[in-house]
Structures are given as structure tokens and as C-alpha cells.
């Protein structure tokens, strides 16, 4: 699928900015130069012949810092570095000698089995952690790399696995978490996914990309998969003559410059839908920039080139024939975390959870699959939201079941705070962090309760705090977002973003919230300032807020 073309780009400087399919293939930066030199994914036979074996100082750095990510591997923060020193320190003087480890949960789709197993990993290699990510992954810390062969072991015995967990590949494919059960679906994004991880995944043709690539596919009008800030999504929709299929979105993303998803205009459909996501990718790997890394997410490409000319290349360059123009999905009606009791299409029902920020723990994992199990359910999905459902519960015992998980900490009935406030992995692990989050977090979520707690709010209010700059935790796209950084002199804390949302809060469209210019709040003032927000919105706003 490599393309032929050698024009460049009309209006660019000849600057190379690294793109295979223009500037040919010369590593312009470090990565780039360790990723020619051997491919991420080889390092997988290594870990288990010789690092695992001869320990962590055996490990040489273009492995420890940049391929062990391919396999979902990144080191952890030292325990009591201050956020102060966070960018003065070098990796390896930031680094423990764990890990954290990323385990890829496309659709974020498990039976109970699967999370025994995810449990019990988190139980014997990990000091009992497991947090949900906002990408539907399982994150556990305290790997030791002589423990990761039996890991992997384990999760490859119960089909799960690392690969491509991080790194410039293709990561987890987000899904809807209610894909297949939902009475009101457009259409399952199951085989799809499962397609996508069959034919293009652990792929050399598609291990080595300018960046991370992120995609994600639902067919849920909820619009549950933060289709705006994927670099592709697929979203459900119905074309007026050829059925149900799904509208391709391209180049969003958020980090430091963040950009919303632009819809392609076309319509694809079911049975094309893997094949149009390996060209969308395929564009990426040979047009992409490689040249910084803080310029190469898909995001600046389509900036550049803008979504037709994107469009034309994919079509003529890669797919060899054009795709029909498509609607754009309905505006979503909310609910897109699927928290509650809800029916399901077979007149069974799923009990979706909140745990406070997305922390779990392999022994609560446990007691989990064994509550499920005890409502007849076998299955349970992960969503983008740090939020878990348990799928396929007898409607009978629903009731139960969800006051033996309110008891552990998995509410189904939570406050509006506990229900929409997300937190990155911060300071405690993450070794580009400079504030604490997800204690602080539960702090803030369990102090609005009191407080607020006797107002009885029902609109969704979405509260999201990152460690630094990078938005794991998506700060842009958040009612009041909270961004880690020096806030003066030696202290940090948080910047504030207001008022960002995405559609599945039944707005109209993604919006990015404003930084609220000097706004900075020290972590001590955080429930202080997150209530006088909260109060005054509830003063000010209109009927449509
Ligand atoms: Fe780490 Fe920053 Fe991402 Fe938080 S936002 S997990 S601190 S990189």
C-alpha cells in the first residue's frame, strides 16, 4: 500500500519533516533512529531470553525507554521525587526499577474469567494494583521485568496481551462499551474490532508509525467513544440508501495543542470498515511527520492538508476507489458513560459502575467477577470513562447486585461528582508528572459530596485533573479541567480550563474549554475552588446549561 508519490507538499517549506512517502526514510530524530535500527516489537523474545533472566540492569536503554513500549511496558516514577524535579532529573534518574504495564483490552470487552485472570496478575506481580484507564485498559505498577514472561503467560493462555500498548502503534481500539447488547445500537462495532486485531495488529507493517495512533469505533448513538479526540474514529450512522455503517473521522487529538476530530464526509461501510481503518493508518506511516515529536500526531497533518486532500490521497493513493459520501451522526441524547440500571435488547439488563477515578484493584477484581457470576453475567466492559459494566444481569437480581458493589466502592447510584470526576496516573507513578491526582481527586470528589451533597444536581458535571501538560485525563474537553504545572515560585498545582465538553454530553459538537487566563489553583485550595465553581454555575446558568 506504500505510495509511489514524490510531490511535495504545494505551500511547505522543503524542510523534511520526515514523512517516508516525501522525504525518504533517514531518521531525523533519536526514536526514529532506534525504531529503523530494530523494530519494537522484536524486543518482546528479548525480554523473555535474556532481560527477565538476567534482571533490569541488563536492559540497554533504546529497549528500556523505547521499546519495552511496544509491548506495553513503560519504567515508573521513583517513589518520593517531588514534582520540582520532574523536568531537572533525567529518565533514568526519574526511573524505578518497575514497571507500569499496560494491558490492551480492545473495546474494553472481558468475560469474568479474563478479569479473574486480570485480578490475580494484579494480586501476585503488581501490590494489588489495577486502574481502569480512560482508554479501556488495565494499568497495573510494580512490575518486575523477571515476572513479565509469566504475565504474559497468564494473558496469553486467557487471550488478552501488551502488544501495542504504547508506543508509536496502533494502541487499543476503543469500542462502545454496550456494543452488541444495546436495544437502540446502529450497529455493532464487534467484528470490526476484531478484524482490525486479527489482520493489523502486532503487523510490522504497521508497528513503526510517526507517533501513537488512537482510534476508536462505536456504533452507539450515545456516541460513547470520545470520537472527537481520536486520531480515527468510526461513528454509527444511517445512510438514507445503503444501510447502517459508520462516518470517518480524522486528526483529533489533545496533549499540549489540542485539536477536536474532523468528519471525512464519507460513508463506509460494515464489511470495508478494517480495511478503510489500515489505509487511514497506512497515510499516517508514509505522510506523517517524524521529524518532531511534538509535531507528529495525525492532528498536524490534517491541519496541514486539510480533511479533502486528505480524503482524495486515501481514496486514490490507497484504496483505489472512492467512498460514497455519508451523513454525519445524530446528536448524541447523553448517557454516554452508561452508569445505572439500563435494559438491554434481550430483556436482560447491565449494571453500569463508577469507581471513584477509575481505581480499582486485583482483589476487588476478584470479588467483582464474583458478584457478577452470582447475577448470572458473564461478561464485563471497560469504558472510556474509567467506568465498568456488568453485562447480561438477570433483571432480578440487579438490585442485589448493585448493593454488594455500592458496599466495595463500585457505585451504580453515584453523585454527579463521583460519576464525572476523571484522574490521570500522576505523581505516583508517572515520571512526567509534577502534582499528585488520583488521591487528590477522591479527596475533591469526597468533599464536594459533603458540601454539596444536599443540592440534588442531576446534570452531568465533568471534573477531570492531569499531572502535566500531556492530557491523559483529557482536561480540554472537561467542564472544569485542571492541569498540572509550576503554579509560582517553587509550588505547583493546577491550571484551569473551563467550560470544555464533547457531544456525548449532548452538546452540539466538541468544544474546547478556555484557559482561564492566570487562573492557578494550589492542590490545598482544589475543593474550595472546584465548590465557589460549582455554586456560581448553579447561580448563573441558563435553562440550556
Ligand atoms: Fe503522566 Fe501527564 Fe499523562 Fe498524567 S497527563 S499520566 S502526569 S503524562
Redesign the pocket.
Known amino acids: 500500500m506504500t505510495s509511489t508519490t514524490t510531490a511535495r507538499t504545494p505551500g511547505r517549506t522543503n524542510k523534511p519533516q520526515g514523512q517516508w512517502a516525501v522525504d525518504g526514510r533517514a531518521p531525523l530524530n533519536p526514536n526514529e533512529e532506534f525504531k529503523a535500527a530494530d523494530n519494537g516489537l522484536n524486543v518482546r523474545q528479548r525480554i523473555i531470553d535474556t532481560y527477565a533472566v538476567e534482571g533490569f540492569d541488563s536492559i540497554p536503554d533504546d529497549d528500556l525507554h523505547g521499546r519495552f513500549r511496544w509491548w506495553g511496558l513503560y519504567t515508573q516514577r521513583k517513589q518520593g521525587i517531588d514534582g520540582a524535579r520532574t523536568s531537572k532529573l533525567a529518565a533514568d534518574e526519574l526511573s524505578d526499577k518497575y514497571f507500569m504495564m499496560r494491558v490492551r483490552l480492545d473495546g474494553g470487552a472481558v468475560s469474568t474469567e479474563q478479569l479473574r485472570v486480570l485480578a490475580q496478575i494484579s494480586v501476585d506481580f503488581a501490590r494489588d494494583t489495577a486502574d481502569i484507564s480512560d482508554r479501556q485498559n488495565i494499568q497495573y505498577h510494580w512490575i518486575r521485568v523477571e515476572d513479565v514472561p509469566e504475565i504474559w503467560r497468564r494473558l496469553n493462555e486467557a487471550g488478552m496481551d501488551t502488544v501495542e500498548a504504547c508506543g508509536d502503534t496502533p494502541r487499543v481500539i476503543m469500542g462502545s462499551p454496550v456494543a452488541g447488547i444495546a436495544a437502540d445500537e446502529i450497529v455493532d462495532p464487534t467484528p470490526v474490532i476484531d478484524q482490525i486485531k486479527a489482520r493489523y495488529l502486532n503487523n510490522p507493517e504497521f508497528s513503526n508509525l510517526p507517533r501513537k495512533f488512537k482510534s476508536a469505533i462505536t456504533g452507539h448513538p450515545s456516541l460513547d467513544v470520545v470520537h472527537e479526540i481520536n486520531d480515527i474514529s468510526l461513528v454509527g450512522v444511517r445512510h438514507p440508501e445503503l444501510g447502517a455503517g459508520f462516518d470517518l473521522w480524522v486528526g483529533g487529538g489533545l496533549s499540549t495543542v489540542p485539536r477536536l476530530a474532523e468528519r471525512v464526509g464519507v460513508f463506509v461501510r460494515p464489511e470495508e470498515a478494517a480495511e478503510v481503518w489500515a489505509a487511514v493508518v497506512s497515510v499516517f506511516r508514509d505522510y506523517g511527520y517524524r521529524r518532531q515529536r511534538t509535531r507528529n500526531r495525525l492532528k498536524f497533518l490534517i491541519a496541514d492538508w486539510g480533511v479533502a486532500r486528505f480524503r482524495q490521497v486515501l481514496q486514490d493513493e490507497y484504496l483505489h476507489r472512492a467512498l460514497p459520501d455519508g451523513p454525519a451522526p445524530e446528536p448524541s441524547r447523553g448517557g454516554s458513560d452508561h452508569v445505572g440500571v439500563h435494559a438491554q435488547a434481550d430483556g436482560r439488563v447491565w449494571v453500569g459502575l463508577a469507581p471513584t477515578v477509575g481505581r480499582v484493584s486485583g482483589s476487588l477484581l476478584h470479588e467483582l467477577a464474583d458478584l457478577a457470576e452470582q447475577a448470572d453475567s458473564r461478561r464485563v466492559r471497560f469504558t472510556p470513562h474509567q467506568k465498568v459494566l456488568v453485562l447480561d444481569v438477570d433483571p432480578e437480581r440487579a438490585d442485589t447486585l448493585v448493593g454488594q458493589l455500592a458496599e466495595r466502592g463500585l457505585h451504580a447510584r453515584p453523585s454527579v461528582f463521583r460519576r464525572g470526576t476523571m484522574a ?4 505516583e507513578y ?5 502534582v499528585e ?1 488520583k488521591g487528590l481527586a477522591a479527596h475533591v470528589v469526597d468533599e464536594l459530596e459533603r458540601r454539596l451533597g444536599d443540592l440534588g444536581l442531576t446534570e452531568p458535571l465533568s471534573i477531570n485533573l ?8 483529557r482536561i480540554q474537553v472537561a467542564d472544569i479541567g485542571l492541569k ?1 504545572q509550576l503554579i509560582a515560585g517553587e509550588e505547583f498545582g493546577f491550571q484551569v480550563h473551563l467550560g470544555g465538553g464533547l457531544a456525548d454530553d449532548t452538546r452540539e459538537g466538541g468544544e474546547l474549554g478556555r484557559t482561564v487566563r492566570g487562573l492557578k489553583v494550589s492542590a490545598n485550595d482544589l475543593p474550595d475552588y472546584v465548590e465557589r465553581v460549582v455554586r456560581r454555575w448553579i447561580e448563573q446558568r441558563n435553562e440550556s446549561e
Open positions: 490521570c496516573t500522576g505523581i508517572c515520571k512526567l508528572a509534577f491526582t492531569n499531572g502535566c501538560p500531556n492530557s491523559c485525563a498540572g
